[in-house]
């Protein structure tokens, strides 16, 4: 139920007055600026979804103070673990059918590989008090290949884990599959490798990152680095950590895989290197095995009238950041303008293996035809040197809004982690909109409660007949990858580790997971790795436990897969960086039908926030791409070409603004209001006038916030989040965040606040007095913009259930608003969110 800004105006600012000491003299401001759609309280409530938000929802309690407990008017369906269950006779993934489970063994321990090969022992206790570089790396590597040969990469993880010779050597564990292609077929099938696995950089360099002990060690680590012939990138302050590559064509010097492990070991072996650990790839969000569809995009959103009122994106800057752009020169004059600006030579991208961006940017620009593009190419390394130099370029030419259909499944997805940050700061200090692509992964997701069985083996259940189930089937492409996270310490120094391997129909082990997890700088509570496998055949997962005692929450992403049914968890499967508050991301329907696409990741984000935030139709008919161009990599640059054209019609618009204005254009789809699915609902712009002119929704109410001009203050209220059952101060009660923009306030006194209000709009009274606004349940706090600072993020506001106690409707509301009081007799309220319902229990 939503309430129009007029029905609340008067009461809000009189008793925001009340409440701060000014005097009520309501000013109705102009409604050209847009306020964001309700952002709904989003509770998942299982078990495995309360753990996995243990980080976000830490200071929470089961007491409700005086008796009155607040709860979400419309909480969102619980992530349910997922329940085994005996496939039918003829059941399949995908048009593969479910074979019998192949035999499932533990790997094996350090004394049965001692025992099964005779050398290894003496070995091990000739080096074990060793330094590394005692340590002969060709008899070493000799033990490896022997062990690697027989019991496979998890049996030369129990060597070097189990004799210590892992931690001295301090690489990866997964560099030694580097080695093996080395002796298979020399630097060519390490490159191969390498890219297969994401690990390389646009300079043909594999990628790493060192955990320092400190700063101010940077300077000799950098030194010694370039004097072994490694490059050495940008300083991650915030992880102390420093990016390297390792150029293709200094290992190709080597003779010997011996040699060359010797020669990387050199590179960890510094005191002051804590840490190494492999770079988190970025990957394009395609979904995998789609239906052919025809490209109407512009009808469904309404884009083509606007092209006939003469809006088509004319004079506007828009930038498309993606991991290719081959086959680009072909399209020129055609599917795109006929002249596009690019980060790096036009040639150079038209060769490019990987023609994903130049997909996305034929869709932006059907969308908005005239408008301008940036194409900004970078080499999939998250957080790496080339994404930010790529931001940078995008900010310097001039862009006004960024398509990102890429991202990652790794960490908790709580806006909080990687990329999430990096976005997060851009869009905040930059004021460019970035549209990302929520993800494809509500089929290949799942979250599992650690079940410990035998030999540390994770217990996935049993079947109907009583069998008890150690692995989970899925059917995946050629080349997969798997992502394991676990809610562990996401500021690093994790010490639980969790282990994946992947078997075939067979029992042979296909793909290994194994990175150990030892309290170092940089171990972070994941596994990942890059598959290959027969997409005619199912896999199966099996999970082990190699040390920990804690009952883990695992969140598991297999891409480009499908999961068996019963592991499916759509739920919390939106990616990074469409976690991140500044980023406005985009979930897939069909072209015409508006059902949501099954692949298109769904919120909320482990933080319990509202994601996508919208949706869009996805599965355009582009060259290449004769089946369409499907995921939620298609619907985003939809929203992006939409922007363009929202931008040539009103272009004072700020980035809060904008968003605002496409979330509230929308169909509503799903449940009523806004949801996990859907977001606020589909893109759908409004009909122009007969004269050309925009008349549709800008937001603001009846009584909306400042102006859109340059010249007068501009005030936006971004996001407003609700956490139930907070803790502060032994009061328990509801935790209120909020972002907000504040353009042309400088130096100005502003105030933010929450008022409550019955479902008439009737004040409701206050139990707790350091909680009365003139005769309703309010909080506020004062805030006051300094220079050049314009966003406001995770503002706070506190209400406990105990100001509750005397009111006696169960359906309540909230509006958060933002007043001007620089002058204590003429309040003027700048901007408000829409009302937020929120529901009492007596």
């Known amino acids: ?178 080695l093996r292609a080395f002796d298979q077929g020399g630097p060519d099938a390490v490159l191969a490798l390498a890219e297969q696995r994401k690990l390389v950089n646009e300079n043909n360099e594999i990628v790493g990152f060192l955990a320092l002990d400190s700063e101010a060690n940077l300077e000799a680590e950098t030194a010694r680095l370039k004097g072994i012939d490694v490059s050495v990138y940008d300083y991650k302050p915030e992880t102390e950590e420093v990016e390297i590559g390792i150029s293709i064509e200094t290992l190709a010097q080597f003779q010997t895989p011996g040699k060359m492990l010797e020669y990387i070991v050199q590179i960890g072996n510094s005191p002051h290197v804590v840490g190494w650990r492999l770079p988190v790839p970025a990957m394009t969000s395609d979904s995998w095995n789609p239906q052919k569809a025809e490209g109407v995009s512009a009808t469904t959103i309404g884009a083509d009238k606007w092209h006939a009122a003469g809006i088509t994106g004319k004079g506007i800057k828009l930038g498309v950041l993606d991991l290719g752009f081959g086959g680009v020169k072909a399209q020129l004059g055609d599917f795109l303008p006929e002249n596009v600006e690019t980060n790096i030579s036009i040639d150079k991208m038209d060769k490019q293996k990987e023609d994903h961006g130049t997909a996305v940017a034929m869709v932006v620009h059907s969308i908005a035809p005239d408008a301008e ?230 919120g909320p984000t482990m933080d319990e926030r509202l994601k996508p935030e919208i949706s869009a139709p996805t599965g355009e008919s582009l060259p290449g791409y004769d089946k369409g161009f ?17 931008l040539q019609a009103f272009p004072d618009m700020t980035s809060g603004e904008l968003k605002a204005y496409l979330m509230e254009n929308v169909v509503d789809l799903g449940e009523k209001g806004p949801d996990i699915q859907f977001g606020n609902g589909r893109l759908s712009l409004p009909e122009p006038g007969g004269d050309g002119s925009i008349e549709g929704n800008t937001g603001g109410g009846d009584e909306g916030g400042s102006g859109g001009g340059s010249e007068q203050g501009v005030a936006v209220i971004d996001d407003v989040r609700v956490k139930f059952g907070v803790k502060v101060k032994r009061e328990v009660g509801l935790q209120i965040k909020v972002n907000f923009e504040l353009d042309n306030f400088e130096g100005k006194q502003m105030v933010v606040a929450a008022l409550f209000f019955d479902a008439d709009g009737n004040a409701v009274p206050s139990s707790d007095p350091d909680y009365d606004a003139n005769g309703t349940i309010g909080v506020g706090i004062a805030v006051k913009p300094k220079r050049n600072q314009t966003a406001f993020k995770n503002v706070t506001l506190f209400v406990p259930n105990s100001a509750f106690e005397d009111v006696t409707e169960d359906e309540l509301y909230f509006v958060v608003i933002a007043a001007d009081a620089t002058d204590p007799e003429n309040w003027v309220k700048v901007a408000q969110s829409d009302p937020v319902q929120i529901q009492l229990e007596h």
């Not at 000799?142 to 129990?158: F, L």
């Not at 067979?506 to 290994?512: A, F, P």
């Not at 499907?630 to 929202?646: E, Q, R």
Request: aromatic letters at 8%; one cysteine or more; a negative charge.
């Open 1 to 178: 139920m939503k309430r129009s800004s007029s029905l609340f105006f008067t009461l809000i600012v009189a008793l925001i007055m009340a409440a701060c000491g000014g005097a009520a003299q309501p000013t109705a401001a102009p409604t050209t600026a847009p306020t964001t759609a309700a952002t709904p309280e989003v509770a998942a409530n299982t078990e495995a979804t309360a753990a996995a938000t243990a980080a976000a929802t830490a200071d929470a309690t089961s007491e409700s103070g005086g008796g009155v407990s607040i709860q979400p008017a419309n909480p969102t369906p619980a992530a349910t673990l997922p329940v085994i269950g005996t496939p039918a006779p003829g059941s399949s993934i995908n048009g593969t059918p479910i074979a019998k489970v192949p035999t499932i063994k533990a790997p094996k321990t350090l004394d049965e590989l001692k025992s099964e090969y005779p050398d290894l022992g003496p070995f091990i206790d000739k080096y074990k008090d060793a330094q590394i570089g005692d340590v002969p790396m060709v008899e070493l590597y000799a033990q490896i290949i022997d062990i690697y040969n027989k019991d496979g990469a998890t049996g030369v993880a129990t060597f070097l884990e189990g004799s210590g010779l892992l931690e001295k050597m301090n690489i990866p564990l997964s560099y030694l599959d580097l």
């Open 373 to 602: 593009l940036y194409l900004a190419y970078f080499d999939g390394i998250s957080g790496g040197t080339g994404l930010v130099k790529a931001l940078q370029w995008l900010q310097q030419s001039g862009v006004q809004a960024i398509n990102y259909s890429v991202g990652s499944t790794v960490g908790p997805r709580n806006g909080q982690f990687g990329d999430a940050v990096l976005f997060d700061a851009f869009t905040r200090e930059t004021g460019i909109p970035v549209i990302v692509a929520a993800g494809n992964s509500a089929q290949e997701h799942t979250l599992l409660k650690f079940n410990e069985g035998e030999n540390g083996l994770h217990l996935f259940g049993e079947d109907e007949d009583g069998n008890q189930v150690y692995a989970m089937p899925f059917a995946a492409a050629p080349v997969y990858s798997i992502v394991m996270n676990w809610d562990g310490n996401w500021d690093g120094k994790e010490k639980s580790e969790y282990d994946f391997f992947v078997l075939d129909e067979d029992g042979n082990t296909t793909c290994v997971g194994n990175e150990p997890r030892r309290g170092r700088k940089n171990d972070y509570p994941l596994q990942i790795q890059m598959c290959e496998g027969d997409p005619d055949k199912l896999n199966f997962l099996v999970i082990q436990r190699k040390r920990g005692s804690t009952e883990n929450i695992l969140d598991i992403f297999i891409e480009p897969a499908l999961l068996v049914p019963w592991a499916q968890v759509p739920q919390l499967s939106v990616g990074v960086p469409a976690d991140a508050d500044g980023v406005l991301s985009v979930g897939a329907v069909g072209l015409t039908n508006d059902a949501l696409e099954e692949y298109s990741s769904q």
């Open 630 to 646: 499907f995921g939620t990599s298609g619907a985003a640059p939809v929203v992006t070409g939409a922007a363009g054209l929202i």
